[in-house]
Nanobody, 122 residues
Framework: QVQLVESGGGAVEAGGSLRLSCAAS????????IGWYRQAPGKQRELVAH???????YYPDSVKGRFTISRDNAKNTVYLQMNSLKPEDTAVYYC????????????????WGQGTQVTVSS
């Protein structure tokens, strides 16, 4: 079973930047699509970035141009660089190392870590 540890969250002012990391152990994910999700209080968990095994990336409009996902298969680690942060980016951020596109929606099949809190003040 893959164990995930997210880190790098914190409290920043609007316009600031954070870099999140997700370290996986127990299995390699080099052949998988990987996603970063976030969940704000009272809201559903949503995908904010995806990177395929081939390096293709996807971002929803809400974060496009501000967030960048990357992966280091040798280190079994995935990153999320977040720039120009907004108060609406405040949430707990999670990674999932087995995320696929099902034709109409993204599906996360892997395990979840404990998440890392991101708080953006105005």
């Amino acid at each position: 079973q893959v164990q995930l540890v997210e880190s790098g969250g914190g409290a920043v002012e609007a316009g600031g930047s954070l870099r999140l990391s997700c370290a996986a152990s127990g299995s390699t994910f080099s052949g998988n699509g990987i996603g970063w999700y976030r969940q704000a209080p009272g809201k559903q968990r949503e995908l904010v970035a995806h990177i395929s095994s081939g390096g293709y990336t996807y971002y929803p409009d809400s974060v496009k141009g501000r967030f960048t996902i990357s992966r280091d298969n040798a280190k079994n680690t995935v990153y999320l660089q977040m720039n120009s942060l907004k108060p609406e980016d405040t949430a707990v951020y999670y990674c999932n190392v087995n995320v696929i596109w099902g034709g109409t929606s993204w599906y996360a099949f892997g395990s979840w870590g404990q998440g890392t809190q991101v708080t953006v003040s105005s």
